[in-house]
């Protein structure tokens, strides 16, 4: 993974071009025991023991119309790792596409102002959505390395609804929930974004547009659960309003 995640790779266009194209591998079929196997391998990987370190996927919508709400989420992204400081540590992987079929990751990072200094060198930029691409980089991850949870944070979705729900439905399998939280009130949006949490066992929350408030609380709950749990969630809903929004979706 590059240092500076605001450079396209040339991998990134060939991949486009393959899924445009419809190149794609010979499917083979699964049996039940190759799928017991693939979900007990992920659970295995994913670190959902106490104690162990949180991993949550950052993932936002940075297309020309979000830079209002990128702004404040460069301002917000602190509190995400101040929440879980007090539960015990917590790696995030900031995930964003804007422009014509670039989607970009980081690594994982465990430093607040090295986020915020990542996320101050990316500009927004006109172009459609590619929800799927970050599904499928979630769900890579949580076989590999472990993920809690994936947040993510658009206001448009603009793709087949049924292949998001494909790929949502893989991460549900892996028990890791997606907080999907959509500024506006577009409906074909919060339709999908309604089924993609139901999948995952995770929750869909609306926030006003530039509305700093509402969507800190959203993150800080979500940042709960990833370091510690659904215990950890339970426990900031007495206090918080954005966790009992998150609490009373999930499954």
């Not at 949870?149 to 087949?160: I, L, N, P, R, T």
């Not at 949006?189 to 509402?214: K, M, N, S, V, Y």
Request: aromatic share 6%; net charge neutral.
């Amino acid at each position: 993974m590059p240092d500076d995640p605001t450079k396209p790779r040339q991998s990134d266009a060939v991949s486009a071009r393959a899924e445009s194209d419809g190149v794609l591998p010979q499917a083979k079929s699964s049996t039940s025991e190759d799928v017991a196997a693939f979900v007990a391998k992920a659970r295995a990987l994913s670190p959902h023991a106490p104690g162990a370190k949180g991993r949550l996927i950052f993932a936002l919508d940075a297309t020309m119309s979000r830079q209002p709400t990128w702004d404040m989420a460069c301002a917000l992204q602190a509190d995400m790792f101040r929440e879980a400081a007090a539960l015990g540590s917590l790696d995030i992987r900031l995930v964003y596409y804007r422009g014509y079929n670039e989607c970009r990751a980081t690594g994982w990072i465990s430093d607040s102002s090295k986020l915020a200094t990542l996320m101050s060198k990316i500009d927004c930029r006109g172009g459609d959505t590619q929800i799927g691409r970050v599904l499928t980089d979630a769900r890579r991850e949580a076989v590999t390395s472990g993920v809690r949870a994936v947040v993510f944070v658009g206001d448009a979705m603009e793709e087949k609804v049924d292949a998001l729900c494909a790929k949502a439905g893989e991460l549900g399998m892996l028990k890791v929930p997606v907080f999907l939280f959509q500024e506006g009130h577009d409906a074909v949006a919060e339709q999908a974004f309604r089924e993609i949490a139901r999948l995952t066992g995770g929750a869909w929350c609306r926030f006003d547009p530039g509305a700093a408030a509402q969507l800190r609380e959203l993150l800080r709950a979500a940042a709960a659960y990833a370091a510690g749990g659904r215990e950890a969630l339970l426990r900031l809903a007495k206090t918080a309003s954005g966790a009992a929004q998150l609490i009373g979706q999930m499954k």
